[in-house]
């Protein structure tokens, strides 16, 4: 049957990590999540509380206003911040830990997964400097751009290589499924031919 997100057994062995491990789905689906996690609380910081600070200081009074304006630069920072975290966490660590995964997995060639490595340190030093920075021409221009196309690119990559087809024999599945599900495993083994 399919694999939950998070299987929890009776006996709190290794038997749900092995079949996490064993998931192609698993890190894909949280990375979905994390992603438009963070992409949802960044609209509502840009889509609602950026208009609702525009639409209150339009009515306000010149005190006011002050205030307003203390809270919309608030909002900027706590906004620069968490972009920073998303481009440091998502296209900098993340691209990163993807190339040293191609580069050791020895499955494609080793200057893909180089080149992820290398992406991903232009991750890290794009969230940096936005995080110090902010978002100027520089950071967005410079940095953020030939991040997104080097991204796109590693996107269509991974997609590449889900769709390979794989080269493990009937028996070295069945031999990593034992590990995950004895049960299953042992009726498959027996549907194998000798």
Not at 58 to 69: K, M, W
Not at 128 to 141: D, E, K, M, Q, R
């Amino acid at each position: 049957g399919p694999l939950p997100l998070h299987p929890v057994d009776a006996d709190p062995s290794a038997t749900s990590r092995l079949a996490l491990a064993d998931s192609t789905s698993w890190m894909p689906i949280h990375l979905i999540i994390t992603g438009g996690t963070l992409a949802i609380v960044l609209g509502a910081l840009d889509g609602y509380g950026h208009a609702t600070l525009a639409t209150a200081w339009q009515t306000a009074s010149e005190a006011e206003r002050e205030a307003i304006e203390a809270a919309a630069l608030a909002l900027n920072a706590i906004d620069s911040g968490m972009t920073a975290i998303g481009i440091l966490a998502l296209f900098g660590i993340a691209l990163a830990s993807i190339g040293a995964a191609i580069v050791f997995s020895r499955i494609v060639a080793n200057w893909l997964g180089w080149a992820a490595i290398g992406i991903g340190v232009l991750g890290t030093v794009t969230g940096l400097a936005f995080a110090h920075l902010g978002p100027t021409a520089v950071v967005l221009n410079g940095l953020f751009r030939p991040l997104m196309i080097a991204t796109i690119y590693f996107i269509g990559l991974a997609v590449a290589l889900r769709r390979a087809p794989t080269t493990d024999s009937p028996q070295d599945r069945t031999s990593r499924h034992e590990l995950a599900d004895p049960e299953s495993s042992r009726n498959s083994t027996d549907a194998l031919p000798s």
